[in-house]
Nanobody, 129 residues
Framework: VQLQASGGGLIQAGGSLTISCAAS????????VGWFRQAPGKERYFVAA????????????FYSDSVKGRFTVSRDNAKNTVYLQMNSLKPEDTAVYYC???????????????????WGQGTQVTVSS
C-alpha cells in the first residue's frame, strides 16, 4: 500500500483547510486510516482516524482531544482517498501531517494506539497568527 498526503499550505488562524491521503496498491475499503502530526522539535502525535468500511457497522471515527470538534476525518472509497477537514485552525496546529494505514477491523480509540503498517510522506500545514 502506498499513501500520498497532499493539500497542506499556509493558512491564517481561524481558517479552514482540507488535506487528503490517496492510497494505492491495496483494497482501500479494508484499510483503517489515521492522521498524525509532528511539529518541529516535537514527537509525532495522533490526530484522528477512520475505521475500515464495514457493511455491518459502517465506518467510525476517533479524534484526539486537541482537535475534537474542529477536525473531521472522512473517506471516499470510490476515490481511494481519506480527507481531514480542519476548521478553526490555530497556530499550534502547525505541523507536518502524516497519514497512515493498516488492514485492521479495529475502530474507535484503539485506532489511536495501533501500530500502522503503511505511512505516507507528510504535508506541511502552517497556521499563521
Amino acid at each position: 500500500v502506498q499513501l500520498q498526503a497532499s493539500g497542506g499550505g499556509l493558512i491564517q488562524a481561524g481558517g479552514s483547510l482540507t488535506i487528503s491521503c490517496a492510497a494505492s496498491g491495496g483494497t482501500f475499503s479494508r484499510l483503517a486510516v489515521g492522521w498524525f502530526r509532528q511539529a518541529p522539535g516535537k514527537e509525532r502525535y495522533f490526530v484522528a482516524a477512520i475505521s475500515r468500511s464495514s457493511s455491518r457497522r459502517g465506518t467510525s471515527t476517533f479524534y484526539s482531544d486537541s482537535v475534537k470538534g474542529r477536525f473531521t476525518v472522512s473517506r471516499d472509497n470510490a476515490k481511494n482517498t481519506v480527507y481531514l477537514q480542519m476548521n478553526s485552525l490555530k497556530p499550534e496546529d502547525t505541523a507536518v501531517y502524516y497519514c497512515a494505514a493498516d488492514v485492521t477491523e479495529h475502530a474507535g480509540p484503539v485506532l489511536g494506539r495501533i501500530k500502522y503498517d503503511y505511512w505516507g510522506q507528510g504535508t506541511q500545514v502552517t497556521v499563521s497568527s
